[in-house]
């Protein structure tokens, strides 16, 4: 896929049908710069029966070090609002910039904050902007757990509410702003988890977490040595796996998709699909072009491989 995304964090994140969250209380009232909430700690473990595809929270001294996919700076209203509102691994920090005007998410941020015991510091905007990885983390960013890589064997079985496994196979995505971008729309069109490289490709940097928009607290994502190896997995357990490539057999619209487990791998913009991953997937299919140009950005044209496949599997009542 060719095209270039931009770094730059999405906005707010639309409410899903059927999660429903708790009503936001009367905003606690923050005290005057450098105010700082000294109650230490986060939540316990916390795991709702309906929440899809959490990790349960962990010691920061178990397993081993490259289990972490990153995801510790948390920048952007509603990535850090999501952060809170999961609970699946402990917040350590949320830190303001001092010259905010109201808005009920930051009242929403605040309130969950306190009701967790979190720590809530309020710094100027200089000293703010100093600790910023991201262009425009909207006067909120939080310090956070890692999160740790799901171990690939839990992605293979089907959700507890039958809902049989639809992964996503990212092969050599670098850019930031796409992974994120594609893990916001893997979350809200039902993807039930994500496989990464463990090398040449983006973790969870916090370009990535702020763009995602949360949907890295919901995600399962598996870090593995190599796809192609997983790929092998994924066959052996009966996962039908489709490769997006420009360079496709066949169109997406016609792939043979119905209630069966599915992976679906997609390739970093101009490379595409590498070789060994493009020849363990069982079909290659590309998007019709109608138009002057040949191609989608990736993050784009996950967005509409991914739809595509839940609405198929949705009639198909594999969803």
């Known amino acids: 896929m060719s095209g270039r995304s931009s770094n730059r964090g ?6 899903k049908g059927g999660r429903s969250r708790p009503p936001a209380k009367k905003a606690a009232k923050r005290g ?14 916390r795991r709702s029966d309906g929440q899809r595809g959490t990790t349960p929270i962990r010691a920061a001294d178990e397993g081993r070090g490259d289990a972490h996919l990153g995801g510790d700076q948390v920048e952007g209203r509603h990535a850090v609002r999501e952060l809170l509102m999961a609970g699946t691994r402990r917040t350590r920090e949320v830190i303001l910039a001092g010259d905010l005007d109201p808005a009920p998410i930051l009242d929403d941020i605040i309130d969950l904050a306190d009701e967790q015991k979190v720590t809530l510091r309020e710094l100027s905007r200089n000293k703010f902007e100093s600790m910023t990885r991201t262009e425009g983390a909207q006067g909120v960013l939080a310090m956070a757990q890692p999160l740790r890589s799901t171990p690939l064997e839990e992605l293979l079985d089907p959700e507890r509410d039958g809902t049989l496994p639809f992964l996503l196979l990212l092969d050599g995505i670098t850019d930031p702003g796409n992974l994120g ?3 916001r729309t893997a979350e809200c069109a039902g993807v039930t988890g994500v496989v990464l490289p463990r090398h040449r490709a983006a973790h969870i940097t916090p370009t990535v977490a702020k763009t995602a928009a949360g949907a890295i607290e919901h995600l399962r994502i598996a870090v593995v040595g190599g796809l192609p ?3 092998k997995t994924l066959t052996q357990n009966g996962i039908w796996t489709a490769g997006l490539d420009a360079g496709g057999d066949r169109s997406l619209f016609d792939l043979p998709v119905a209630d069966e487990p599915i992976a679906l791998a997609l390739g970093a913009e101009g490379p595409g699909l590498s070789r060994l991953v493009r020849e363990r997937c069982d079909t290659v299919a590309s998007i019709p072009m109608a138009g002057v140009l040949d191609s989608l950005n990736v993050s784009n044209a996950a967005a509409v491989a991914v739809y595509e496949i839940t609405r198929r599997r949705s009639e198909a009542g594999g969803v």
């Not at 999405?10 to 409410?15: E, F, I, P, T, V």
């Open 229 to 231: 190896a997983a790929m």
């Open 10 to 15: 999405s906005g707010g994140k639309g409410q």
């Open 32 to 45: 005057g710069k450098g105010a700082t909430n000294n109650r230490r700690g986060g939540p316990g473990p």
């Open 181 to 183: 971008a594609i893990l």
